[in-house]
């Protein structure tokens, strides 16, 4: 979690399912590990190379990923945020069909990112219900 909208955070209302600040890093970690080694048997694969479209989506996804923590603790944007992960999640799930017809371990470990995607929206809806 950054550090610039932790105050702001800790003073919402969250869900009891909401985990200790300390998983999320190790979850994003595990998760990034999951989605580089899916992206790199995509990309090294003979059907992908040099480049092939089924990344566009991986990539598309992988920006709104990376913004949506700038949205929701930056901008404290909470509804735009989880508008942001429900795309992602529609992304993710194309570029899930997208990957299982060039490697299907590729699309696999896409799996636990979209469980995990599935309970962050969990977690924003409650705050923007809530808060």
Do not use: H
């Not at 990376?66 to 735009?80: G, P």
């Amino acid at each position: 979690m950054s550090v610039y909208g932790e105050n702001w955070y800790s003073s919402l209302k969250k869900s009891p399912l909401s985990p200790p600040n300390s998983v999320f890093g190790k979850a994003w970690a595990i998760l990034y590990l999951l989605l580089t080694i899916s992206l790199v048997l995509v990309w090294t694969n003979p059907i992908c190379k040099p480049y092939c479209t089924a990344l566009n989506f991986f990539f598309i996804q992988l920006f709104f990923n990376l913004i949506w923590t700038t949205v929701f603790f930056r901008l404290k944007m909470t509804k735009v945020a989880l508008l942001m992960i429900l795309l992602i999640i529609g992304l993710t799930i194309k570029t899930y069909f997208d990957f299982s017809k060039i490697n299907n371990v590729a699309s696999y470990l896409l799996i636990p990112y979209l469980i995990w995607l599935c309970f962050a929206t969990y977690l924003n809806a409650y705050i923007v219900i809530k808060n």
